[in-house]
């Protein structure tokens, strides 16, 4: 039988919650498409960096052993802002060259959206952030630090290299897509950046005839992402831009409830990571109130890339159907805890209802195929 190696790093606040929920999935996942996952929990975040110190570089060698990594959320108000943030998931990035971090924006049927008239025919882009480098490689330096003098230069990191890698991911996901290819950036302004970014793209669109490019400006992108997502197909971005714009993605989608995210390894030298886009959400933490459907989106891309399509395909359509009843996407108002969520979404699995919703399933295909293909 099939199995493939797990580490789950459930981290702070909702995250423990909405991985158990996502487990709940994964087991009937597993009795419904015969295979088995080896699973070993981490407990890497706060609390861990509270008791023990220990940060991501603490484990980096047992997880390197890893076929994927699944990560719930970072972030407790008891530890300074970054500490986690760039100890453990920015240094998970960097470290296990994670190129490509994918986000999908797909509004799923019956999930509310703040944006007038949209619909999911109209919804269905993904956005591949580069995931290494930019304004995240902390580059800079202050002088007069904490004095009215203080100069502060943060620097924006952009290799050929590493662009090259992120837009030929993107190009190949769009040719087995809609055959669209947009570079977002801000050429105008950031124009060392935004040539060697052009270029690369100019180049890399040789290999592929058959897509077509434009280019936006990131500023244009907030105006056009919520009113006219049907533009899109695939958006190729840098790393800080991609931050913001998915954001933007996740409320167009509906909410952080549903924006799930996989950050991609792209040549097999290390595993890759599956994660929400939420936080950790530390007020309303143990309380069952986050909605674990963001969670158990990861768990199908995680699926995707490991070859399990099948499966994926059948978790994203029975999160679907869930999340279409729901009244609410987040809160008590969702009718349902976090843990009923993911029952829910395993019974349809189990019991093969999950296939009365009809979606179009090409973006975790798309992720097994490319993954087959490294
Ligand atoms: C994200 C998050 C992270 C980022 C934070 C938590 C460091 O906002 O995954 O989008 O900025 O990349
Ligand atoms: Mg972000």
Redesign the pocket.
């Known amino acids: 039988m099939r199995e493939h190696k797990i580490a789950l790093l459930p981290g702070d606040g909702i995250g423990p919650e909405v991985v158990s929920a996502a487990l709940t999935v994964l087991d009937a996942a597993e009795k419904e498409f015969g295979f088995k996952t080896a699973r070993q929990h981490y407990d890497i975040g706060a609390t861990e960096y509270l008791n023990t110190g220990r940060l991501f570089h603490e484990f980096e060698d047992e997880l390197r052993g890893y076929d994927a990594i699944f990560f719930g959320a970072?972030?407790d108000p008891r530890v300074a802002p970054g500490i986690l943030?760039?100890g453990i998931?920015?240094e998970m990035?960097q470290r296990f060259d994670q190129a490509a971090?994918v986000r999908p924006i797909r509004l799923y049927p019956g999930v509310p959206t703040p944006i007038a008239d949209l619909n999911p025919e109209r919804c269905e882009l993904v956005i591949v952030?580069e995931?290494t480098e930019g304004s995240?490689v902390a580059a800079g330096s202050s002088v007069h630090t904490g004095t009215k003098q203080e100069t502060a230069m943060q620097e924006s990191l952009n290799t050929y290299a590493g662009t090259r890698r992120v837009v030929e991911y993107a190009f190949k996901l769009a040719n087995k897509r809609r055959k669209k290819l947009t570079l977002c950036h801000k050429t105008n302004v950031l124009v060392t950046a935004g040539k060697l970014w052009q270029r690369v793209v100019d180049e890399v669109a040789q290999e592929f005839p058959e897509v077509a490019v434009d280019y936006v400006h990131v500023d244009a992108m907030c105006f056009h992402l919520p009113l006219t997502p049907e533009r899109f197909d695939v958006v190729v971005t840098d790393?800080?831009f991609?931050?913001i714009i998915?954001?933007l993605g996740a409320v167009v989608q509906g909410g952080l409830g549903v924006a799930t995210?996989a950050n991609l390894n792209l040549d097999g030298s290390a595993p890759s990571m599956f994660?929400a886009?939420h936080?950790s959400a530390p007020d309303i933490a143990g309380q069952q109130l986050a909605n674990p459907s963001a969670a158990i989106l990861a768990l199908a891309l995680m699926l995707g890339h490991l070859g399990e399509g099948a499966a994926a395909a059948a978790i994203e359509r029975a999160t679907a159907a869930v999340i279409a009843k729901l009244p609410a996407l987040a809160g008590k108002e969702m009718g349902l805890t976090t843990s009923e969520i993911g029952e829910r979404i395993a019974t349809k699995i189990a019991d093969g209802s999950y296939a009365e919703l009809e979606l179009d399933n090409q973006l975790v295909q798309t992720l097994a195929e490319i993954r087959v293909g490294v």
């Open positions: 970072m972030g943030e760039r998931i920015l990035r971090n952030r995931n995240y790393n800080l991609g931050d998915t954001d995210s994660e886009i936080g």
